[in-house]
């Protein structure tokens, strides 16, 4: 009940902000509609903790990692949401949107939230599908959000490269489902009669499938070489939106991924799509590492370190073992800090009027709280203790020692390249001499308390993680 | 139907793909479209006497007017407001391309994806043949540079997808397959729309014009 709740709030918000025509109903409405997916998520996963898989209807199936993604983009959805209200005031206030773009955001972005609820919770892969690809159009006006020839431009790439690769993941969706095919169930397909019927999956077929599977969803997830879209999209997009498919979007694609890998290991040998993932997540980090050194542009440089942590993220799924809690902590600490940066960002930007590095100056001083989220950020993305991207890193290093080290030698000193990188980078923008025609002081408080809560919320997480979340995170790692 | 009147169908559909790759209209690649999806739409109407399926039938209606009769119209009014009779040259000229097909037709025939043709020993030909159709769609929106011809491209190869889903007999149920094709003229519609943009702002719909991008 509560899965549906969610999504008919979010639509239903979405609807209604077609209609009204009073900007502060809209923002109202929208924190409201975003406020009960929240407090339903966390329901959600109080019970999917204390039973497992949470299932009220055949078409919806929660378990313990869909659980933990719920939360993600209910919490980041929430903060996303408050941030937008006051972004886009100050946007309005420069004179470069309008209410009618007001309106198309929450719009959009209340589909957007609703497709990514929609793809965790989904009990048919198809269905997981189809939310997938509502999630690539939802967001695609959201990218061209300016209507400026290069946010076009990414829009259109985006849309593109993402319509390819999931086609080609439908297929491999669609050859899953031939282990079923021949037994009825009215056509429909559920992640659990794909796993009921594993022994008539042949293994060539489950083989090319997972192929199909990890490049069509991988593109989404932002793996290289298929990543070429992110950059462009993530760095176009308005700061709450890069947020949320850098933070959020990313890991929805994952999971629907990670379902496929359990499929297809229980008919062949798990070392298949163990190394198709530590390949495709090494060659990520290390594409994402060069990139970051030379990067010129604040939101590309976030970008391509989502690219980079999604890497690292599948190289833990890839090691197993103990890589397994690595990633599941690092998918957590990076959504959370990836936004805090991006939200960050966006008030930059709002300060500063450019994405360059280069005409940042003085950020600090200029911006201190923003500054200080900025760097306090930084230091936990790029895993310096006693944050728990250290911690995830340590955990996902370790196990692939064992058994792969020479990948993990790699990993690591690639990581020490991006924390060398992103040094660079946010010296030049928050210890260099300040720029004198940009006036000191943060714009507003509404643009500092929303990154301010998802910091605490990472620096407690840190440190101590809450019982129900301990289990989720336990029964995920059985799982996975 | 019998199997000869299937491949037949199956083999216009691969044909388009060929023309579409060496066409140099608009229109021309907007109609034949038009034409492959109808073969699909056939193709379903067929399933739907072999099985008495009706929701097959409804299927097929819906794709019969999403992709038969809407989305070719909504090309053509595109070319016709944008003045867009000719499409924008391929990365490869004419004689490679025809290699490429005939490499990327040959292979799908090999035995390297036997496994994926032989999901219905009965039907092996066809799947090859809806397999050769996946990947020259596939190459058809990496040769081209025009946006109108990348649409098409994507479309063709959802085209293709679903006759392979066909021949292997992996249909979805009635209200997921619905989802599809809802899913499908949302992303027409979003396509058109970012279509006109591109002319707007860009005065063509060579996408090598859009170079704004840098790392």
Redesign the interface.
Known sequence: MEIIFIITTLIITALLNILIKRRFVIEFFSIIASSVALFESIVVALKVSASGVYSPFVFFSVDSLGAIVMLIIACIGFIATIYSIQYLRQETAKGIIGFTRVRQYFVLLNIFLAAMFLAVTANSPIFAWISIEATTLSTAFLISFYNKPSAIEAAWKYLIINSIGLLLGFLGTLLYSTSVSSLGENGFVSWQSLMANVAHLDPLIAKIAFIFVLIGYGTKVGFAPMHTWLPDAHSKAPAPISALLSGVLLNVALVVLLRFKIITDAVVDQHFTQNLLIAFGLFSIAIATFIILNQKNYKRLLAYSSIENMGIIALGFGFGGLGILGAIMHMIYHSLVKSVLFLSAGTIFLKYSSTKISKIGGALAILPMTGIFFIIGFLVITGAPPFGIFFSKILIVSEGIKTYPIVSVLALFLMAIVFIGFFKHVSAMFFSEKSKDIKIGENSVWLIIPPAILLVIIIILSFYIPPFLSRLINDAVSHY | MNILNLHFLLAVVFGIIIFLHITKKNFGAALSYGLQSLMIAVILFNSFFETGNVSLLFIALLIFIVKVIIAPVFFIKLIQKHELTFSVSTYLNTPLTLIIIAILTFAAHSQKFA??TG?VPANQALLSLALAS?FLS?FL?INRKG?LS?IIG?LS??NS?VA??IF?????????QL??IF?IF??LV??RV?IS??YK??GSLD?TT????K?
């Open positions: 496994p994926l999901i996946i596939l929106v946006a990348q994507i190869l959802e997808i392979f889903t292997a007999g992996l249909e979805q149920s009635p209200m997921l989802g599809i899913n949302i992303w979003i396509a970012f943009m591109i702002h860009f996408i859009m170079n704004n991008l790392d």
